[in-house]
């Protein structure tokens, strides 16, 4: 896939604090990319830096092929949503909309056919005329979005562009912004802590954590084959349910936690040659069955419910197993209940598995 940002050993450093770290990345043109991590890890900054809204310390910047390190952000052919609206209050919809291209001097007709298309694309046309104290917060959000829109941009940066909304609105413009992204193909950053927000949107997430990417790939294989523990553990709600312990051969690899052993022969490892090593082994609660099912499943244990909390859709029960809390996820109609004596089974070819020191998966 073609570039359409390319981002070559990137540093920035404030002080004596080194925020992003030789960083490297590749975003291919049309492509829906987030950057998902926790705060401070240098996701807006990245973010940022690729705006042109701060000065890099180490590296270059290209989008489109064209080496824009160091040009102004007017000049770098990006349109960017922030957090805030950050939308003028004395101006209408439309007045906000129009206001850069007038300060860049397009001519009245273009500036009148491209407010008019970003509105109806975000379906805010009966709100041209009004001003941002008269909006909800869906549709300042629309109305921000519209004022990147309007440049006819390539690129498009989102920084957190719903964290001040609430949980349906955020819903209903999250898909809002991916349709909107099948219709443009244009290349999109987006930065989020929402685990949910980057799953759904991504055409792939890079993981970040203390200035660098942890991971870079599709929401299917971050979900599924997690780079390393951090990153387990990062996605997923409830979180992955960790044994600590080792991995030992004879009579084929298994993995042993206290009194428990694990068999790993339908694992698939990393490296075909792995050695025996202390591990942590993990599962996520979807992947854990109760009561009945369990009865099939390679792995049985015995536990109790400790705390029970229904979703409707589903529910969640943590079990403790022999010092051991797991979460595991049963269908929304189980009928389950704190101080319950259950099984609970899984299937270890559905684990991760990471090396104790290093966290890395094997």
């Known amino acids: 896939m073609e570039a359409s940002i390319s981002i070559k050993n990137l540093s920035l450093s404030f002080g004596a604090l080194d925020v992003l770290k030789d960083l490297n990345l590749d975003v291919g043109r049309g492509e829906f ?9 240098g ?9 042109g809204l ?10 489109g092929g064209r080496n824009v390190t160091w040009e102004e952000p007017s000049k770098r052919g990006i349109g960017m949503v922030f957090q805030s609206y950050a939308l003028y209050p004395q101006m209408t919809v439309a007045g906000n909309l129009s206001f850069g291209l007038k300060n860049a001097r397009v001519p009245k007709p273009e500036i009148e056919e491209r407010v008019a298309r970003a509105a109806k694309i975000l379906q805010i046309e009966p709100l041209l005329k009004r001003k941002p104290a008269a909006l909800s917060g869906g549709q300042r959000q629309r109305a921000a979005i519209g004022r990147a829109l309007v440049r006819d941009a390539d690129v498009f940066l989102f920084d957190e562009p719903l964290s001040n909304l609430d949980a349906k609105l955020r819903a209903d413009l999250r898909v809002e912004i991916k349709q909107l992204h099948q219709k443009l193909s244009n290349t999109m950053i987006y930065v989020t802590h929402d685990q949910i927000e980057a799953m759904t949107l991504a055409d792939r997430i890079a993981i970040m954590r203390g200035g660098r990417i942890l991971q870079l790939a599709s929401p299917k294989e971050i979900y599924n084959r997690p780079a390393s523990k951090y990153v387990a553990e990062f996605i997923g709600s409830p979180t992955m349910n960790f044994f600590e312990g080792e991995i030992i051969s004879g009579d084929g690899l298994r993995f042993v936690s206290g009194g428990h052993a694990f068999p790993l022969e339908d694992y698939a490892f990393l490296d075909s040659t792995f050695q025996p090593a202390p591990a ?14 369990a ?13 029970v909390e229904p979703l409707g859709s589903d529910t969640l029960a943590r079990v403790k197993v022999d010092g051991h809390l797991l979460w595991v996820r049963l ?32």
Not at 33 to 41: K, N, Y
Not at 43 to 51: E, V
Not at 54 to 63: E, K, M, N, P
Not at 280 to 291: D, K, N, S
Request: proline share 6%.
């Open 295 to 307: 009865d099939t499943a390679p792995v049985r244990l015995q536990g109790r419910v400790e705390l």
């Open 331 to 362: 269908d929304g109609q189980a009928s389950v209940f704190p101080g319950d004596d259950i099984q609970v089974g899984f299937d270890p070819a559905r684990a991760n598995l990471f090396d104790k020191t290093t966290e890395d998966r094997l």
């Open 33 to 41: 990319l987030v950057l998902l991590g926790s705060s401070g890890c």
């Open 43 to 51: 996701k807006s900054t990245l973010l940022n830096c690729i705006a």
């Open 280 to 293: 942590w082994f993990g599962i996520r609660p979807e992947h854990m069955v109760a009561g009945d099912p």
């Open 54 to 63: 701060l000065d890099v310390s180490g590296g270059q910047i290209f989008i």
